[in-house]
């Protein structure tokens, strides 16, 4: 395993093991004991590592479970990671870990694929919370996004790394400042990943897959309770979408001032407060 991921649960009470699914080499991290809370990573190439600074709060009262999906982290990959791949490499999660129905908590890029699982099998669930999410409404990927998402995919360097996650960040320099050592093991390993073949393949097919936006009928048969979270100053997927979405759907929407893309990372407490 990178050392920089190491270092960035150094601090984290979690346990990790691999499990196969669905013929697929996956890494899992758990915490804690109770109902069980699974946390889904976004597109981002360091995989459910990214989850480590609302971890420790979270296993305080559920069993937290976070997956590395397929061909990101240290998770092996499959062919194609859409819609069916998806469903049956998390159908297996589930049939492997999950004694109860589990709340899921699915960002950016996977809150994508999570709902249309939940559409197909949302019985499994006890509850979704799509954060951030481009797949629940109609979505264009903003072009100075695209532009530091491709220097970053076709150069990982330390300052192309910066760029995107000034995007990412509300106020990326108080997020550094506040926790210097993690942020740049963070960027370490996901630059390490980005160089990986399969890692940019994978990339590219989620991109492609899930920023098409799920049909308003589609989302409408998830039977369990679905929620928004996001951040109020998103220029990854503006909030308006959101807004959209929750006036269509009657989803609660749950704001959080201050952030952008990672609220998890930069506004941890509002974070936690928002999905509790």
């Not at 159908?91 to 492997?96: F, I, N, P, R, Y």
């Not at 942020?183 to 990986?196: D, I, N, P």
């Not at 073949?197 to 936006?213: A, D, F, N, S, Y």
Request: proline share 7%; net charge positive.
């Amino acid at each position: 395993m990178h050392s920089a991921r190491t270092e960035m649960l150094t601090a984290v009470p979690v346990r990790e093991r691999f499990l196969t699914l669905a013929g697929t080499r996956t890494a899992l991290h758990e915490a804690g004991e109770g109902p069980p809370l699974v946390l889904l990573h976004g597109g981002i190439e360091c995989g459910g590592a990214y989850w480590a600074p609302v971890v420790a709060r979270l296993a305080e009262r559920h069993r937290v479970l976070i997956p590395d999906v397929p061909g990101l982290g240290e998770s092996e990959p499959v062919e194609r990671l859409g819609h069916d791949a998806f469903a049956s490499w998390f159908g297996a999660l589930l049939d492997a870990t999950c004694c109860e129905r589990p709340v899921l908590v699915a960002h950016s890029l996977l809150g994508t694929l999570a709902s249309s699982f939940a559409a197909e099998q949302g019985d499994r669930l006890s509850r979704l919370i799509v954060y951030a999410s481009p797949g629940v409404g109609p979505y264009r990927m903003p072009l100075g996004l695209r532009v530091v998402a491709v220097r970053f995919s076709l150069r990982p360097t330390e300052r192309n790394a910066e760029r995107f996650d000034r995007w990412a960040f509300f106020d990326f320099d108080s997020a550094r400042a506040s926790n210097p050592g993690w942020l740049h093991a963070f960027s370490k390993y996901t630059r390490a990943q980005a160089a990986v073949p399969h890692v940019k393949r994978v990339m590219r097919q989620l991109i492609g897959t899930c920023t098409k936006p799920l049909a308003d009928a589609q989302l409408r048969r998830i039977p369990v309770p679905a929620e928004l979270v996001w951040g109020r100053h998103d220029r990854f997927v503006p909030l308006s979408l959101a807004e959209k979405t929750s006036a269509r759907l009657g989803w609660p929407l749950r704001v959080i001032d201050r952030a952008g893309h990672v609220p998890h990372i930069e506004r941890t407490d509002d974070f936690l407060e928002a999905i509790a």
